[in-house]
């Protein structure tokens, strides 16, 4: 008998053309890895069912190397023509193909994983898109967000609406939120301007990790958000935090996963045994997917930060706490190849500690598991961390490696950063307009009394016209002081003095 496990196996194995059966480079999507996001459940839950379907003849699996994993070989499994043949005689049973509207996915789209439960939270979102309300999906790190927001996503988009999501952070603006979510928008173009060209569309735009907004950019993002919802542009809000953008939106509070379905994701194998280990870790859903059986649980219902500071990463080996430390200062997600051991990454990722993004091109440590373990560190342990990242990344030549570069060297809090962003301005200033502002803005913390810090921070918003955050920056300084600036402020606001 084909089990509803085998059936979810089945089907996400299905949606892999056969010519990767012969292919050396293959996607993370059918490693172990990825099958289990994909179906939603722990690893070690995909043996039992991945066991019989093999010996069955419905799957096969070998040894290939993974996109974006380091060059080690991992195990990666196919469907075979047995497998789609008994597919088709269980139609009926089997989950919808997921990607049949993939053409109205755009942007930084999180691969689908299959979702349990939430279908309250579900309902709520529906509803409110259809009323066109914003939508604010909030909660703590790993409890389940982009999930039930891909859910949604897929279940609006396989209706015709157009999806386009950002996957936020620090060093993004509107302009690079825009061009992230694959809208194609004019050179110049204000932020109440971006509302108005979406009006009228069938859309949804999702803004994922919101919290991670700089204060640099939380006035335009804010100015966005509500200019979206006075045209009424559907859009989702991602993030932790209770709402700072002032808009009127349809709040959906993201707690622990009921009972009966937070066993769902856990070895069909372990029988009752799934309903203790549920409650013990509060229902939380990355806490059971890092369950492991030779790990143990916590005697009591602790907090799920106790849980991964004391169980997870009290037991995981000191070849795992190495192989982390780099990604503890890892301010956004970056291609596997480009961090300093990329071999290191299939070793988390079999612990389940990545997040990656769209089309698996991208990762970083689960924001949970990053915010517990880096809190355990000193300051001397944390600025080594960053010595170490500057060395990585002052050996690359490239504005991704001048931003992670600079980035480090300001969190260090080093007091000749201001050199070494005048050394960059010609390369970032243009291109990546929305993460110079924020390193100037950033390094102004160390260095507000800085003149020329100062005064190329004030040039650089008012190449971006904005006039009232360059008014800022020179604020406190002598008349005599930054004329330069004072001129052009004048010109921007029509006066003559």
Request: charged content about 25%; aromatic content about 6%.
């Amino acid at each position: 008998m084909v089990t509803p496990a085998m059936l979810r196996i089945l089907r996400w194995l299905d949606e892999h053309p056969a010519t990767l059966e012969s292919a050396w480079d293959v996607p993370r999507s059918i490693s172990l890895e990825g099958i289990a996001d994909g179906v939603g459940v722990v690893r070690s839950a995909l043996f039992q069912p991945m066991s019989v379907l093999e010996e069955n003849d419905l799957i096969q699996t070998r040894q290939a190397h993974v996109l974006g994993s380091g060059r080690r070989k991992r195990k990666v499994c196919h469907i075979t023509k047995n497998g789609r043949k008994v597919l088709a005689e269980y139609a009926e049973d089997a989950p919808e193909p997921r990607s049949k509207s993939s053409q109205n996915m755009n942007g930084q789209v999180p691969e689908y994983t299959h979702m349990h439960g939430r279908r309250s939270e579900a309902e709520s979102i529906r509803l409110a898109f259809e009323q066109n309300r914003p939508i604010h999906l909030r909660g703590m790190p790993g409890i389940g967000k982009s999930t039930l927001a891909r859910s949604v996503a897929q279940d609006l988009a396989n209706e015709g609406v157009t999806i386009n999501w950002v996957q936020l952070d620090a060093y993004c603006d509107v302009k690079e939120a825009m061009h992230r979510m694959g809208i194609e928008v004019p050179q110049i173009l204000d932020v109440e301007g971006y509302a108005s060209l979406l009006e009228q569309r069938d859309l949804l735009l999702v803004f994922d990790d919101v919290h991670s907004i700089s204060s640099r950019h939380q006035a335009s993002f804010s100015n966005l958000f509500q200019s979206l919802e006075q045209r009424k542009v559907p859009f989702m809000l991602l993030g932790r935090d209770r709402d700072t953008f002032s808009i009127e939106a349809e709040y959906v509070e993201l707690g622990p996963l009921e009972q009966e379905y937070a066993v769902e994701l856990l070895d069909s194998e372990l029988g009752e045994e799934r309903i203790s280990i549920v409650d013990t870790l509060g229902g939380h859903p990355l806490a059971i997917l890092l369950y492991d059986a030779s790990t143990p649980l916590p005697e009591t219902n602790q907090d799920v930060r106790t849980y991964v500071e004391q169980v997870v990463l009290g037991e995981a080996s000191s070849e795992v706490h190495d192989a982390m430390s780099p990604f503890l200062v890892l301010p956004f997600p970056v291609p596997a190849t480009r961090m300093p051991i990329p071999d290191n990454v299939p070793l988390l990722d079999e612990h389940t500690l990545l997040r990656w993004g769209a089309k698996d091109s991208t990762m970083e440590m689960q924001h949970l598991i990053r915010n517990v373990c880096k809190s355990s560190l000193d300051d001397s342990e944390v600025d080594a961390l960053h010595v170490s990242a500057i060395e990585h990344w002052g050996k690359e030549d490239d504005a991704l490696a001048s931003i992670l570069e600079l980035h480090h060297r300001i969190q260090r809090g080093e007091t000749d950063v201001s050199g070494h962003l005048s050394l960059r301005a010609n390369q970032l200033m243009s291109t990546y307009s929305g993460a110079f502002a924020t390193l100037l803005d950033e390094a102004l913390v160390i260095e507000n009394k800085n003149l020329e810090l100062v005064e190329l921070a004030a040039q650089h918003a008012l190449n971006r016209a904005e006039v009232e955050i360059a008014k800022q920056y020179i604020e406190g300084f002598d008349a005599s002081k930054l004329v330069n600036i004072r001129l052009q402020i004048a010109q921007f606001e029509g006066r003559k003095d």
